[in-house]
């Protein structure tokens, strides 16, 4: 092939997935090139909370919390539906662990216990109630990564704070402004940055190349093999040889319309990713003949649209978790209706928000509203609203509950009938309906000042009345070329395609349609990542 430049392994995409696969690879003896088609480094990964789920890990072990392969195995069949491969979810289990300590052993990166943050379907066989595999970052501080410090992706200025330090502070808890300041001075950084500051920083450490504004177009095949990759550089083609292998890393289709509407189960109207996730890895991976799974599929969440807040250029959207479990809340369908439990994880929410209406001929779940009591407005911040504040105008808002019908376009009967009904059982202390409260994760989000199922059950009862709109987002979608277990991508006759390797969103997730639990797609993402770098470092070219 035409050969501009030459690497061992060649790596597209600075997600997690991509880093983790240069660092095991370039460990293995490999000489490495990253691609990244953004001006910056990290992509989702980089603006996301940075939690990795990861069953039976050492920091669990450490806090007397018992796990084990078993639990894990079975956890992970109890959310299966047939859609997982277990010889998948076993490699899964068994890296995952021997990954984050051999990151932790060899590179900067650091995590730590989140502690107490379940599983998300903890009383499934082999969930966990009391967390034990959800792991934080340390904080990183970005002082030593010279002139990459201002080139990671950023989405709104990021505040130094945990993931855990986060989730105290929404009841009051936290570091004080001292501490604060201490570590903007210091260029401290947490969440997605640390975790990618801390990555890139070995991927530094171990002179990997790395290219930014590098747009990945083509493979280079010979019949099953790929030799190479073409890639759009300073407005030219770079023909790029890559003799141990590629790996695909570059993330989701989730700002690709056409593949959307073509392969997601139902609607998607508002990804919450860098918009340079659109598909480019499906498409080299469908004109090397991959198979391809789980294409149905996205992280799915429920979002706000926040009109007086800009992300990469676009009106922001905000993640919707604590706002929905709060109580004095419920949401409801477009006829007025609630039709889930509110306070369930944001993923398998997806699919009650996808619930199609045979006679309506519609999703009649889509858009929901949240709707909330003024007391509610006063304690809680919903989205880019603090509490008590004056009310945006994208908040609509009546002095009863019939005028706030009206005003989103509710059936008013059933919106007063709804609320009555949902009152008296959640001052009686359960839901019947829905069973919110039941687990221990809905509480997990809630009002914590208030006792047991008060976290998240109370009634709306303190006019004026408060709604905003749900839409269905996604956090990436998690279809794409199946691998076998050592991340080598598959072709239609079930043969490998010898030099081509996939990893993280760009693939066919290990969990199908399941989120085990907090950091459930960073997880498999850097496991992919670490089993594709040293799987391509010690193959025999
Ligand atoms: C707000 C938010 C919070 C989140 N929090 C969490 C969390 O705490 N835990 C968790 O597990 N998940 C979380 N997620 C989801 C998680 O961020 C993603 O699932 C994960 O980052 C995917 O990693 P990746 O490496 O596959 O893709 P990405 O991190 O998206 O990286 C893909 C990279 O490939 C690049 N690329 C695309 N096309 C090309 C091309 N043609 N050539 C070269 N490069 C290309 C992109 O620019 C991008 O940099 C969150 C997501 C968001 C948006």
Redesign the pocket.
């Known amino acids: 092939m035409r050969s501009d430049t030459t690497a061992d392994v060649v790596i597209?995409?600075?997600?997690?997935?991509?880093?983790?696969a240069a660092i095991a690879a370039s460990d293995h003896g490999s000489a490495v090139h990253v691609?990244?088609?953004?001006a910056?480094?990290?992509?989702?990964?980089?603006?996301?909370?940075?939690?990795?789920?990861i069953a039976n890990n050492h920091h669990c072990a450490a806090a007397g919390i018992e796990d084990s392969r078993e639990d894990a195995l079975a956890y992970l069949e109890s959310l299966s539906l047939g859609r997982i491969d277990s010889d998948l979810a076993a490699t899964f289990v068994d890296v995952g662990s021997e990954m984050i300590r051999y990151l932790e052993d060899h590179t900067p990166v650091r995590f730590r216990l989140l502690d107490g943050y379940p599983d998300y379907h903890p009383e499934h066989p082999g969930g966990k109630p009391l967390g034990g595999r959800?792991l934080d970052n340390e904080l990183f501080s970005f002082a030593s990564l010279g002139e990459w410090a201002d080139r990671i992706?950023t989405?709104v200025p990021p505040l130094p704070l945990t993931?855990a330090e986060r989730l105290a502070a929404r009841h009051g808890a936290g570091p004080d402004v001292q501490t604060l300041a201490h570590r903007s001075t210091t260029q401290q950084r947490a969440?997605?940055h640390a975790l990618?500051g801390a990555l890139l920083q070995a991927c530094l450490d171990r002179r990997i190349q790395i290219t930014t504004g590098?747009?990945?177009?083509k493979l280079v095949l010979n019949g099953n093999r790929v030799e190479g990759v073409v890639?759009e550089h300073n407005s030219a083609e770079l023909h790029v040889s890559a003799p141990k292998g590629v790996v695909l890393?570059?993330?989701?289709f989730e700002w690709n319309e056409e593949f959307v509407t073509a392969f997601l189960r139902g609607p998607m109207t508002a990804?919450?990713?860098?918009p340079?996730?659109?598909?480019?890895?499906l498409v080299?991976a469908m004109r090397a003949g991959a198979a391809l799974g789980n294409m149905s599929e996205a992280?799915w969440?429920p979002v706000i649209r926040v009109p007086d807040q800009q992300a990469w250029g676009r009106e922001a959207v905000h993640?919707v978790v604590a706002e929905r479990t709060y109580p004095r809340s419920i949401m409801v369908n477009r006829k007025g209706r609630r039709f889930t439990n509110e306070a369930c994880n944001y993923n398998a929410m997806g699919g009650a928000l996808h619930a199609f209406d045979p006679g309506g001929f519609d999703y009649v779940n889509l858009p929901a509203w949240l709707v909330f009591d003024h007391d509610y407005k006063l304690r809680h911040p919903v989205a880019s609203c603090p509490p008590g504040r004056e009310v945006p105008n994208w908040m609509p808002n009546g002095a009863g509950l019939r005028d706030l019908a009206r005003l989103i376009s509710v059936d008013a009967d059933a919106l007063e009938n709804t609320v009555e009904r949902f009152n008296k059982d959640a001052v009686a202390g359960h839901d019947p309906d829905f069973g919110r409260g039941n687990s221990v994760y809905d509480t997990f989000n809630g009002d914590h000042s208030l006792e047991g199922v008060a976290a998240t059950l109370g009634p709306l009862d303190r006019p004026p009345f408060y709604a905003v709109q749900i839409e269905m987002g996604s956090?990436?979608t998690?279809g794409g070329p199946r691998t076998d277990v050592r991340a080598r991508v598959i072709n239609l006759e079930g043969d490998v395609i010898h030099g081509l390797y996939a990893?993280?969103?760009?693939?066919a997730g290990p969990t199908g349609m399941a989120y085990p639990g907090?950091?459930?797609?960073?997880?498999p993402?850097?496991t992919w990542?670490f089993i594709a770098g040293r799987d391509a470092s010690t193959r025999l070219v």
Do not use: C
């Open positions: 597209l995409g600075s997600g997690a997935a991509g880093l983790t691609f990244e088609k953004a910056t480094i990290g992509g989702s990964s980089a603006v996301s909370g940075g939690v990795v789920w959800s992706t989405r993931l969440i997605g990618i590098a747009r990945a177009r890639v890393a570059t993330g989701g990804p919450t990713t860098p340079d996730n659109e598909g480019d890895g080299m992280w969440v993640l956090l990436g998690k990893a993280g969103n760009v693939m907090a950091g459930g797609t960073l997880g993402a850097m990542g």
